[in-house]
């Protein structure tokens, strides 16, 4: 086992955020959080959503920019269009992906939860790719983290039901949930593209 903030996975690219810390105490990660992300909203492509998280999106870029570049997010995966990774934050940190949620009565998921998000948005359908890739990180954090049950795999408007909408309609959750059941624990890791 590797010490604080050195859990990583192997094969993607690394772009640590500062947008992270500790997780409390004897905390034990139990929770799996899928979101969509895209900037500008419902473009895809380029480099935005990793300057958002690395603090260095540049306000000017975009009418949309200026409202939230100061916001301080991340998460610790994020998995592009073509099926590429990239991760933010070390597993064993804490992201700032979930904002004010909870998850059966228990608040701020952030304490105890992986954060995964799909470049998208509620509109349109995810990539064959990104599914793929989604099934592997997801048998992999699963493998780290056995406490991540299948029923604990949810989706950001589940946690902040009201506020968040995402993954969105286009999210297959009967597909996305076979493959966990199929896959268990084990993963067979692939690097990125
Ligand atoms: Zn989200």
Not at 29 to 41: A, G
Not at 176 to 192: L, P, T, V
């Amino acid at each position: 086992m590797t010490g604080p903030g050195e859990l990583w996975l192997p094969g993607l690219i690394r772009e640590p955020s500062a947008n992270s810390d500790e997780r409390p105490a004897g905390i034990e990660v139990d929770l799996l959080v899928i979101h969509n992300i895209s900037l500008p909203p419902g473009k895809f492509g380029g480099g935005y959503i990793s300057d958002l998280f690395l603090n260095r999106l540049d306000p000017g870029a975009h009418p949309y920019f200026a409202e939230i570049a100061d916001l301080r997010v991340s998460a610790h995966l994020l998995i592009r269009r073509d099926g590429s990774a990239r991760q933010f934050v070390p597993l064993d940190r804490r992201a700032w992906h979930a904002g004010v949620s909870s998850f059966c009565g228990r608040e701020r998921c952030n304490d105890y939860s992986i954060g995964i998000e799909l470049e998208g948005s509620d509109e349109v359908p995810y990539t064959e790719a990104q599914y793929r890739q989604l099934h592997i990180l997801t048998a992999e954090v699963r493998s780290l983290f056995p406490a991540i049950a299948p029923e604990r795999v949810v989706g950001h408007s589940d946690i902040a039901p009201g506020r968040k909408t995402d993954p969105g309609p286009h999210f297959d959750w009967t597909r996305f949930r076979e493959a966990i059941a199929h896959r268990g624990g084990g993963a067979d890791y692939i690097s990125e593209s």
